[in-house]
């Protein structure tokens, strides 16, 4: 299989964890962390809503979740986060921090994108750890997500 397909195949099971953010009206983002042999270690939702938390992303949550299961501590090193939407500024400097080693997104985010739309922090030269970056896998299926619940979420 090649790595594309191998990442199409990672980001559908985003997409299906997205899906359960719609539950309690988050906005359906998905995000799974794989340990460095492939093996699923996280996957979450967003949750800001369900749990009154800014701070909820599906990247953040998944990041905590590998990380109690890794067996590193806090380092992720070694590690793949995927997500449908690339990351804002709050989780791409986590998935840094973190040293996740590589970051797969599916829907670009022009407004709020910090994986190369709006900012490119995770591959600012100024920092001790950069991860590769796979944007764009399975765009439009992942901007559909975020547009059929906006149209019947925050219509307007």
Not at 54 to 67: D, K, N, Q
Request: net charge negative; with cysteine; hydrophobic share 50%.
């Amino acid at each position: 299989m090649s790595r594309r397909a191998a990442d199409e195949d990672l980001v559908r099971a985003a997409i299906d964890v997205a899906g359960r953010a719609t539950a309690t009206g988050d906005v359906p983002i998905g995000a799974v962390v794989l340990a460095p042999d492939g093996t699923e270690l996280a996957a979450a939702c967003n949750a800001r809503e369900a749990l009154g938390d800014p701070t909820a992303h599906a990247e953040v949550l998944a990041l905590r979740a590998a990380a109690a299961r890794h067996g590193d501590g806090w380092r992720l090193t070694g590690c793949t986060l995927v997500v449908t939407v690339e990351p804002c500024t709050m989780c791409a400097g986590a998935l840094v921090l973190a040293r996740v080693a590589r970051v797969v997104f599916g829907a670009w985010e022009p407004r709020t994108g910090a994986a190369g739309s709006l900012w490119d922090v995770v591959r600012d030269r100024r920092l001790t750890h950069r991860p590769e970056v796979v944007g764009g896998v399975l765009a439009d299926e992942c901007a559909a997500l975020l547009a059929d619940f906006f149209a019947t979420h925050r219509p307007g």
